[in-house]
C-alpha cells in the first residue's frame, strides 16, 4: 500500500471507508491530487482514516482487506467507525 507521502503526490484516491456523519466524506468518494485537505479536523481525531484513501487501481485489494479480520485495512476501518460513534 501506499505512504501517506505517496498519497499525498497521488492522481486519483478513492476513500474505501464509512461514510462520514454530516455528508463530509462518502465511501467511494473519488479525491483528484491527492488527500482531501477539507476534512482536516476529521484527520485529527482520527489519522487512521488516511489509511482509507488508496489509489483507484488497488480498491479490489483494499475492500479484500478490510473484509479480512486482522489486516490493517480492517482495523483501519474500525478505528474509523469507533471514532465516529464517539462524536
Known amino acids: 500500500m501506499a505512504t501517506n507521502t ?3 503526490q497521488a492522481g486519483r484516491l478513492i476513500y474505501v471507508g464509512p461514510p462520514h456523519k454530516g455528508g463530509k466524506l ?3 468518494q473519488v ?3 491527492g488527500l482531501p485537505t477539507h476534512i ?3 484527520f485529527e481525531k482520527c489519522p487512521q ?8 487501481a488497488e ?3 483494499a475492500e479484500k ?8 485495512m480492517h482495523k483501519y476501518y474500525r ?3 469507533l471514532a465516529q460513534k464517539e462524536e
Open 6 to 8: 505517496k498519497k499525498n
Open 26 to 28: 462518502l465511501k467511494y
Open 31 to 33: 479525491f483528484i491530487g
Open 40 to 42: 482536516d479536523d476529521v
Open 49 to 56: 482514516i488516511k489509511n482509507l484513501f488508496v489509489p483507484i
Open 59 to 61: 480498491l479490489a485489494a
Open 65 to 72: 482487506d478490510i473484509a479480512k479480520a486482522g489486516t490493517p
Open 79 to 81: 478505528a474509523a467507525v
